[in-house]
């Protein structure tokens, strides 16, 4: 019965380095969602995908940040020459589409936290 | 694009008190309001929600209101444990159109 899941949890990386977050949905869910979170802040959407398609990157910072979901294997969140306003934690999210229908209803991961030196 | 403001940013209480959060939106197409409570170090849960056709909702300590008129909704928990505290967010969106947007949290300490 597991939720979602999230690795790295912590993450160490120097300016300039590239970063890769994992996320696999819980079981069922078709819908992923990669949300930030910055030191006493909310969460800020980032990007929301499905398998193989990008819905909505309205979220995502122009450059240096991208994030797929293929059809096998987790969600990735990358962030190339990471600098040090990246620090932050990356949460990821999924949910069911039932019904013809996302329910919108969001379970999140425990998070990754990166770190940049 | 919608917006939510949610209040107080913090909020301390004394076990056995009730304790009240309150959050305004923005878009009136919204019809999806869940709350999360994050504990430190750890991923935001659901601990409830409520849909646009309803004006209240109840389970065990936690219950939920919401004005579509005014555009609020709360959320009380009642005789407030420590355990109870975290960091709550409100969030809103339209069901199967729009992605969640959260309120920037309220941080509850209950003190025993």
């Known amino acids: 019965n597991a939720g979602v899941m999230q690795n790295p949890r912590h993450l160490v990386r120097r300016r300039g380095q590239e970063a890769r977050l994992r996320c696999s949905p819980m079981?069922?869910?078709?819908?992923v969602y990669w949300y930030r979170q910055l030191p006493e802040e909310g969460l800020k959407f980032m990007v929301y995908?499905?398998?193989?398609?990008?819905?909505?990157e309205s979220g995502m910072p122009k450059e240096r940040f991208s994030a797929e979901f293929p059809k096998e294997g987790p969600s990735i969140l990358r962030i190339q020459q990471v600098v040090r306003g990246d620090s932050a934690a990356y949460f990821c999210?999924?949910?069911?589409?039932?019904?013809?229908?996302?329910?919108?209803?969001?379970?999140f991961g425990e998070g990754s936290r990166l770190t940049v030196l | 694009g919608e917006n939510v403001e949610q209040h107080p940013s913090t909020l301390s209480v004394q076990e056995g008190d009730s304790a009240v959060i309150k959050c305004t939106y923005s878009?009136?197409?919204?019809?999806?309001f869940p709350w999360y409570k994050q504990e430190l170090g750890k991923g935001p849960q659901l601990i409830i929600d409520?849909?646009?056709?309803?004006g209240e909702k109840k389970d065990q300590r936690i219950a939920v209101t919401l004005n579509k008129t005014a555009k609020h909704f709360s959320l009380h928990i009642t005789e407030t444990q420590p355990e109870d505290s975290a960091v709550y967010f409100c969030?809103?969106?339209?069901?199967?159109?729009?992605?969640?947007?959260f309120g920037k949290g309220t941080m509850l300490l209950v003190s025993p």
């Open positions: 969030a809103a969106s339209i069901t199967g159109y729009s992605t969640l947007t």
């Open positions: 409520i849909r646009s056709n309803v």
């Open positions: 995908l499905q398998k193989e398609n990008i819905i909505d």
């Open positions: 878009d009136s197409a919204s019809n999806y």
């Open positions: 079981k069922g869910h078709s819908h």
């Open positions: 999210a999924s949910s069911l589409y039932s019904g013809g229908t996302n329910t919108g209803e969001l379970f």
